[in-house]
């Protein structure tokens, strides 16, 4: 266990549920003194008590531990608001629709911040009928690549697994897609507007040698 339930932790839970010292002693069977040394960091509270006390706030134990609340807001999710997890051990990928407490070996992850594509994320973006087709100019080496790609719409998450030496590409369906994101294994996450990515041929991938070879074969075939 790396981590373990803080007074502070504590403390902002019970303001939170608008319960005193007192209250909130009497609901896991401790005194207010006991309650006042772990909110001014004085003690800790024995591990057979963190059960009563997550139930008191009406949490998860895993959610006490972590410090980060997950509030019953996802049933109405949407796939725009998605999270991403990638955990730094095993390269593990994990994707909520909402706020949820995330471990894996033994480490608390944290959501991904998505940042804008840039020029060492050159993306290309075509639409052939009802699909996009999306590719990163980006090395794909074993140290160095592309981990996976997605497509978010408001009700809907394409999600393509990428691997060392292989293709940077993928095709999404195009249905209402908003958002594609992609991760690397180095520089994090980042994300772009598909219609962005077609229309802004003079600084993105479109704008490429190899690009404007294939138009221009395109022109004298049809």
């Known amino acids: 266990m790396n981590q373990y339930v803080t007074g502070a932790v504590i403390r902002q839970m019970r303001e939170k549920n608008k319960m005193t010292q007192i209250q909130f002693a009497e ?6 003194k006991t309650v006042s040394k772990w909110e001014t960091a004085k003690g800790y509270p024995d591990i057979t008590l963190l059960e009563p006390i997550a139930k008191a706030f009406n949490i998860s134990v895993t959610e006490l531990i ?18 991403f997890y990638v955990c730094p051990v095993c390269k593990n990928v994990i994707h909520t629709m909402g706020e949820a407490a ?18 060492r994320h050159m993306i290309f ?8 087709y999306v ?23 394409q999600f393509v697994k990428l691997y060392p030496e292989s293709s940077a590409e993928a095709r999404f369906k195009i ?5 594609i994101f992609f991760y690397c294994n180095r520089d994090g996450l980042f994300m772009i507007d598909p ?7 003079e600084s993105g991938y479109d704008d490429s040698v190899e690009r404007r070879e294939l138009e221009k074969t ?5």
């Open 27 to 32: 609901k896991i069977g401790v005194s207010d």
């Open 66 to 83: 972590s410090g980060n609340t997950v509030f019953n807001e996802n049933v109405s999710a949407n796939m725009l608001r998605s999270k």
């Open 102 to 119: 995330i471990s894996c070996h033994g480490i608390q992850l944290m959501p991904l911040e998505a940042e804008e594509t840039d020029e």
């Open 125 to 132: 973006i075509e639409r052939v009928e009802d699909e996009y």
């Open 135 to 157: 590719r990163i100019d980006h090395s794909m080496t074993k140290d160095h690549y592309i981990s996976f790609m997605a497509a978010a719409s408001s009700d809907d998450m």
């Open 175 to 179: 249905r209402g897609v908003r958002k």
């Open 195 to 201: 219609i962005k990515g077609i229309d802004d041929k």
């Open 218 to 222: 395109a022109d004298m075939l049809f």
